[in-house]
């Protein structure tokens, strides 16, 4: 009885060498692991933002509205030289300022109580608190804000057992944006605590020990241990939120429409008019241009700024 011995399949003398090649040149491999992503980055990414400022320049005719592609300033001036966009700008940067700032300053200790001082119980209650905005889309957190701010809303309901209100919190231009803003605040809260949580947890419970038997009280053990390592998420955070309230759009849509008298009307809300209620590519696409100017200035400003004060690492 003759038996045969399987035969493996070896590999190609092509496949071997350029196996061979790329584990001796490492970098060769990094690069061309990184050519699909940075291919897609440059077309998707730079060659939209190429094409937006080239449209940015270009006018259109006041006569037969046709776009004249005639490489101009023309619309920066114009934006330059509106009074209501003066005010959007002022309203856009105001509202990224305030949120990042209400979100920080909310979540933070909301994360530290949950942390280091709830029972597990009232942790429970409080995370899924937070949790429940942020698992409904924009639209809905919108319209239930708008419904509990009515004038025979919950809210103003509150307000009127206390001898206070009603009021137009949407309709009055003096409390329109700050509306705006604590609905937004209360939007993002969620994640912010997430992101809190999860950098408090990684905080090692041997540095605070370490500073308890040194004798340092809460106080100097949050303020040189806890506080110190959490700093990287407390960047990440002010940038992404600064970065996202620039470009809050869905919640004034919902509620304000930009009104009273431009009173919410924001950089995002304002080029959507413009683009797509009355079809101003080149200015809107100017609108869009300064937008991303003001958070590449923003979110470089907020790095160096905070890349000097911020600990990584234990």
Known sequence: ????????????????????????RRLV?????????????????????????FTSLWIEDELSGRIVHTLTLDNFRELWNQPVYRT????????????????????????????????????????????????SSYLIKAYTWRLMTAYDGPINWAFGKVGLGPYGFFQDPDQALYSIVAMTVWGWLGFDVIVYLAALQGVPESLVEAARLDGAGRWATFRHVVFPLVSPATLFLIVWSTINALQVFDEIYVTTRGGPLHAT???????????????????????AEVLFAITLVFSLLQLWLGNRRVHYGS
Do not use: C
């Not at 950089?267 to 200015?283: D, K, T």
């Open 1 to 24: 009885m003759s038996t045969t011995t399987p035969t493996i399949a070896q590999p190609s003398g092509l496949r071997t060498r350029v196996s061979a090649f790329l584990y001796r």
């Open 265 to 287: 009307t924001v950089m995002v809300y304002y080029l959507y008019s413009q683009a797509f209620e009355f079809f101003h590519a080149g200015y809107a696409a100017a609108i």
């Open 88 to 135: 959007i700008t002022e309203n856009t940067v105001l509202m990224a300022i305030a949120v990042t700032i209400a979100d920080a300053l909310l979540a933070f200790p909301l994360a530290y109580y949950m942390v280091r001082m709830a029972s597990p119980k009232m942790r429970a209650v409080l995370f899924v608190g937070v949790l429940m905005p942020l698992w």
């Open 29 to 53: 491999k990094l690069l061309l692991l990184l050519v699909p992503p940075l291919t897609w980055i440059v077309v998707v990414y730079l060659a939209a933002l190429a094409v937006l400022l």
